[in-house]
């Protein structure tokens, strides 16, 4: 797991997505997307990737 320094929630907002919007295009639950936005859970590898994918970015530039 790493410390998440993306704030989630302004990225969405700019993409116009809903939270179950952005829970679909990683593959997981809105629940635990309310998570990864809230800071109470980070993604794991795997997770992660996806949304980097989904985000157009870098796991990288995702996690400080």
């Known amino acids: 797991f790493f410390n998440l320094k993306t704030d989630f929630k302004k990225i969405r907002n700019q993409l116009g997505l809903t939270q179950q919007q952005a829970a679909a295009l990683i593959n997981t639950s809105e629940?635990?997307?309310?998570?990864?936005?809230?800071?109470?859970?980070?993604?794991?590898?795997?997770?992660?990737?996806r949304i980097a994918k989904a985000f157009n970015t870098t796991v990288e530039n995702l996690f400080g």
Do not use: C, F, I, V
């Open 31 to 49: 629940r635990n997307w309310q998570h990864y936005e809230s800071g109470d859970r980070n993604p794991n590898m795997k997770t992660a990737l």
